[in-house]
């Protein structure tokens, strides 16, 4: 996953106030920081994307979005 692509799974999943406090005020288990604050550090998006997924109890379904925008039928 790249940034853009976290960026974009982000705003589109949640409403911006929301994605605003998910970012820079929920603490990540397992990362020890905020997506916001992992990201600033260096820390892969898809291992921080993966730890919103996990902590908010996201479905499978949602945890993909930058392979299935990749993977989408032409037409």
Do not use: K
């Not at 994605?19 to 997506?35: C, E, F, R, Y």
């Amino acid at each position: 996953m790249r940034l853009s692509e976290f960026t974009s799974a982000v705003a589109s999943r949640f409403d911006p106030r929301y994605a605003q406090a998910i970012m820079n005020d929920l603490v990540l288990p397992g990362i020890g920081s905020t997506p916001a604050q992992a990201l600033a550090a260096g820390i892969d998006p898809q291992r921080v994307w993966d730890a919103v997924c996990l902590e908010l109890r996201l479905p499978e379904e949602e945890r993909y979005p930058h392979r299935q925008e990749r993977h989408r039928p032409a037409g």
